[in-house]
Structures are given as C-alpha cells and as structure tokens.
C-alpha cells in the first residue's frame, strides 16, 4: 500500500495536536469551541467581533475537511502559508481578522506556528487531490498517523 507523505500548516496548541492528532470538525463546532474556550482570554469587544461577523456566513456550506500539501514550504514567509501559521484557529476562524488588527493580534497570542507532517494511504477513499500539489481530507488523522510536529518560526 503506497503512503503519501502530506504537509498541514497551522497555528495551534502543539501539545494538543501530539494528543488528539488532526481532527474533523464543521464550521459551527470549531467556532463555539473557540468561543468556549478562549473567551475568557480576549480583549474586551474581540469575542463581540467574531459572533457578529460569523453570524452572517453561511457557516456550514462546506463538508468539512482537512487541508494538507504534498510539498514542505521551506519557507515560512511564504504567502501561502503566512497567514495559516500567523494567526490561531485555521480559516475557519482567522479569515474575518488581518494580523495587525486587535482579533488578530488576539489569535496571535495563542499556540504557536507548526508544521505536521502525516502519512496516510494514496488509496483512501478519504482523501481527494486537487492539484497544485494539494489535498483535502475527509476524516480525523489519528496521533498514530502524524509523522512529527516540527515547529516553525513566529511570523508576527
């Protein structure tokens, strides 16, 4: 059975990833996660900003998936990936913030930039390539699944 070796960037909870692995969750339970768990930890108005501009996205168009690519990006500061290892929560959360505003500066302060690196099976029904070297997931990568966790340097 061939493996692929695939690349997930984000800013996250490291110690958290080496636990849980990657896991699959829609729009809406990311979000109430992150309100439940970081919101005793925000600015004043920052959780105000992110329920309000939530609230009028469609929030679960979307099958929910994981995002992975086939190539490291050796460099960090690449746009492709700058604003994923910058700023806290994936798309999911951070694409209604820049970095240099106060939600922004908020996702900063938690986690730290990481690179996880995972093989899973070229034959997985699971798993749809895109092209340009890109993959999406439909499913939970175990611990068991996730090569290593390197950590990569802050952007900010």
């Given at each position: ?77 690449s746009c492709s990936i700058k604003y994923l290892i910058g700023m806290y929560g994936g798309e999911v ?6 970095p240099d505003d106060e939600p922004g500066l908020f996702l900063q302060s938690i986690g730290s930039p ?43």
């Amino acid at each position: 059975m061939k493996k692929l070796r695939l690349y997930h960037y984000s800013r996250a909870i490291k110690s958290e990833l080496e636990a849980q692995g990657l896991l699959l969750k829609s729009t809406s339970e990311w979000r109430a996660l992150f309100i439940e768990r970081f919101s005793h930890l925000a600015p004043e108005g920052v959780m105000d900003y992110f329920v309000r501009v939530w609230s009028s996205e469609d929030m679960d168009s979307a099958e929910p998936s994981l995002w992975f690519v086939e190539n490291r990006h050796l460099d960090v500061s690449s746009c492709s990936i700058k604003y994923l290892i910058g700023m806290y929560g994936g798309e999911v959360i951070n694409m209604c913030t820049d970095p240099d505003d106060e939600p922004g500066l908020f996702l900063q302060s938690i986690g730290s930039p990481v690179e996880v690196v995972v093989e899973v099976s070229a034959n997985d029904h699971r798993l749809r390539k895109l092209g340009n070297g890109e993959y999406q997931f439909f499913g939970n990568i175990p611990p068991c699944e996730v090569i290593r966790i390197n950590d990569l340097p802050n952007q900010t």
